[in-house]
C-alpha cells in the first residue's frame, strides 16, 4: 500500500496570504488528523476529520480550518498567515473506528511551510 | 489538560548501549504512543500501548498506569537508532494527541 503523502512539501508566503495544504491517506483509512510542529512548541494537534466530518479539534485560532473529501482526502487551509504560522505541517492517517488518538498513526512526509 | 515530560532531553551514547527513554503524563489517558523522528521531519509510530509492555526487534516499551509513567528501551544501540523519540498520550480530557518535547537520541560508533 502506498504510503501518506502531503502536497506540497515545501511552500514560501508571505503575512497575508492564505495557503491549502492536501493530504491523501493510506488507502481504506478514514481518519486523517493534522499536527503542527515548531521548535518552540513542540508538535501539538490541529483537528481530526473522520468520514468527513471534523471529530476533533485542538485549541488553534478559527484560521486554522480543514475539511475531509469523500474519498478520505483531506485539505487544510490557513488563512491571514502570520510569521508565527512557519511550521512543519504532518498528517497522519489511521482506521479511524477508534478516533485517531486511540490507533496507530501513519504520518506523512510534512509540508515545511515559511512565511515571511 | 495533560502535561507530558520526556527524560533526558539529550542523550548521547555509544554503539551497543542499552538506552532508557522516560516518559511521565499528569493524567489518566487512554493511550500512549512512541513515535521517531529522523531528521528531515519524517515521523514513524513505534508503539501504542494502555497497558503492559510491548515488544518489536530490539525496542522495548513499558508503561505503568497507576504511575503515569512509560519507558522505551532501545537494546543493542545503533547509530541508525539515532533520532528524536516523542511520547504522546491521547485522552486525560484532550481530544487528539498530547506531546512531550522529545528526546534526541545520538549512537555514536
Known amino acids: 500500500k502506498a504510503g501518506v503523502t502531503q502536497t506540497p512539501r515545501y511552500l514560501i508566503k508571505t503575512r497575508g496570504q492564505q495557503v491549502t495544504l492536501s493530504c491523501s491517506p493510506i488507502?481504506?483509512?478514514?481518519?486523517v488528523s493534522w499536527y503542527q510542529q515548531t521548535p518552540g512548541q513542540g508538535l501539538q494537534f490541529l483537528f481530526e476529520?473522520?468520514?468527513?466530518?471534523?471529530?476533533n479539534k485542538g485549541n488553534f485560532p478559527g484560521r486554522f480550518s480543514g475539511r475531509q473529501f469523500s474519498n478520505s482526502r483531506s485539505e487544510m487551509n490557513v488563512s491571514t498567515l502570520e510569521l508565527g504560522d512557519s511550521a512543519l505541517y504532518l498528517c497522519?492517517?489511521?482506521?479511524?473506528?477508534?478516533?485517531?488518538?486511540?490507533?496507530?498513526?501513519?504520518f506523512g512526509p510534512g509540508t515545511r511551510l515559511l512565511v515571511l | 489538560k495533560n502535561e507530558v515530560e520526556q527524560s533526558p532531553q539529550n542523550l548521547t551514547a555509544q554503539e551497543g548501549e542499552f538506552i532508557t527513554i522516560n516518559c511521565s503524563y499528569s493524567?489518566?489517558?487512554?493511550?500512549l504512543h512512541w513515535l521517531q523522528q529522523h531528521p528531515g521531519g519524517g515521523i514513524v509510530s513505534l508503539f501504542m500501548?494502555?497497558?503492559g509492555k510491548k515488544k518489536h526487534g530490539r525496542l522495548i516499551a513499558t508503561i505503568n498506569i497507576q504511575e503515569k509513567h512509560s519507558s522505551l528501551h532501545i537494546t543493542a544501540s545503533h547509530p541508525r537508532d539515532s533520532a528524536v523519540y516523542i511520547c504522546?498520550?491521547?485522552?486525560?480530557?484532550?481530544?487528539?494527541?498530547?506531546f512531550g518535547k522529545g528526546t534526541h537520541l545520538i549512537i555514536q560508533p
Open positions: 493524567v489518566g489517558i487512554s493511550a
Open positions: 500501548l494502555s497497558s
Open positions: 504522546a498520550v491521547s485522552g486525560g480530557g484532550a481530544d487528539g494527541l498530547t
Open positions: 488507502s481504506g483509512h478514514r481518519s
Open positions: 497522519a492517517s489511521s482506521d479511524g473506528t477508534s478516533g485517531g488518538a486511540r490507533e496507530t498513526q501513519y
Open positions: 476529520y473522520f468520514s468527513e466530518t471534523q471529530r
